[in-house]
């Protein structure tokens, strides 16, 4: 699994995160990141746009790893980071608004 994490920190960090830093991409098995939680798999655009190839994806991802890259909820959170991977464009469904 691939995906964006920050430090963590007080709840002014929090906002602050909330509203744009920077993240680090890393690279954990899922279990690592979700624990005992419950997920699911959300290819959202599939009726849309077609997927990239797998090897494609994962070799992009593979590239990020270990960089920053800026996070705001709004323009460029986790699922702009993975939609722009799996279609080639940033969209994120969270927020009500495509970029």
């Not at 849309?48 to 323009?75: D, F, H």
């Amino acid at each position: 699994m691939f995906h964006e994490a920050h430090g963590g920190g007080d709840l002014c960090e929090l906002f602050t995160f909330l509203d744009s830093s920077k993240v680090t991409v890393r690279r954990q098995k899922i279990w690592e990141v979700v624990g005992s939680n419950r997920f699911h798999v959300n290819n959202l655009l599939d009726d849309e746009c077609q997927p990239r190839e797998p090897s494609i994806i994962v070799s992009e991802a593979l590239k990020m790893v270990g960089q920053e890259r800026l996070y705001n909820a709004a323009t460029h959170n986790s699922e702009h980071f993975v939609t722009e991977l799996r279609y080639g464009k940033p969209e994120s469904r969270q927020v009500g608004e495509s970029s």
